[in-house]
């Protein structure tokens, strides 16, 4: 969620995606929120598939509040009529200090906000649904955070540092190559990676790398998909070809011409 959207044509202009940056005494634990309205009346169902980052979302909509773990597969949604959403995303490690398990445990999973949040989050979505302005929402939502006084965590911010290094580092492609940049070994990384982030540091470098590969082929005309296998580290192009299809469910070149 707030991610990579695959890109279908149709309703395209038919939605509004803002994301509003959070307050200053949230910045530890939130990337931003994010909201999207719609109107579809009159149009068919629309279909969002969403290739999404190694963040846990809150989000809010008019079937209730609920927290979405991080989705190791693309994420699909199936928008109709009208309405609007609010999610929160969190930064990687965000989303600790306001749970109180491993993040690993809510891995693909939905749960209800109010089994971590308690009865106040209901009241929020009410709220949230009923505001005039995206201002009032997130404001709404900020303070559904700040009951639970979340404290900054150190270890967070370091593996939020980590997860921020992964994303700007096409050059590490190996664990080992990132347990030694922080001076720990590769399973305590593994252990911080399961309880802070919910995902595997291997995981989050091959969704970096197929991020990467999406963002090219929105971007740019005519990708050259050799090289860019290349430049992220794949042996060759048919390895960059099936991890991308396995995991988009269409080849690159498929992607790219839609």
């Known amino acids: 969620m707030g991610s990579v959207v695959l890109r279908p044509e149709a309703a395209a202009t038919r939605f509004e995606v803002a994301k509003p940056d959070p307050p200053a005494d949230l910045a530890a634990f939130i990337d931003y929120f ?13 279909e969002r598939a969403i290739l999404p980052h190694p963040s846990v979302n809150l989000v809010f909509e008019a079937t209730g509040a609920a927290v979405y773990g991080v989705d190791r597969k693309v994420f699909t949604r199936r928008l109709c009529g009208v309405g609007k959403t609010l999610g929160v995303r969190f930064r ?38 009923a505001a005039a302005c995206d201002g009032e929402m997130t404001d709404f939502a900020a303070g559904l955070l700040r009951g639970v006084s979340p404290r900054p965590d150190p270890v967070a911010e370091q593996v939020a540092g980590v997860v921020a290094r992964i994303a700007a580092d096409q050059g590490l492609r190996r664990v080992a190559q990132l347990a030694d940049a922080y001076g720990m070994s590769e399973r305590r990384l593994q252990r911080l990676f399961a309880d ?63």
Not at 34 to 46: I, N, Q
Not at 97 to 112: C, E, G, H, K
Request: aromatic letters at 12%; a positive charge.
């Open 34 to 46: 994010w909201v999207v309205r719609w109107d579809l009346r009159g149009e068919p169902a629309y």
């Open 92 to 129: 990687p490690g965000g989303f600790r200090p306001f749970y109180s398990a491993p993040i690993s445990t809510l891995n693909d999973r939905v749960v209800p906000a109010r089994s971590i949040f308690g009865p106040a989050a209901d009241g929020t979505c009410a709220a949230v649904m």
């Open 196 to 258: 802070y982030v919910g995902v595997s540091p291997k995981w989050v470098m091959r969704r970096a790398r197929l991020h990467e590969a999406a963002l090219r082929a929105d971007t740019e005309g005519a990708v050259d998909w050799a090289a860019l296998a290349a430049d992220l580290g794949y042996a060759d192009q048919a390895h960059l070809t099936r991890d991308f299809t396995a995991t988009l469910g269409i080849p690159p070149s498929r992607y790219a011409a839609r």
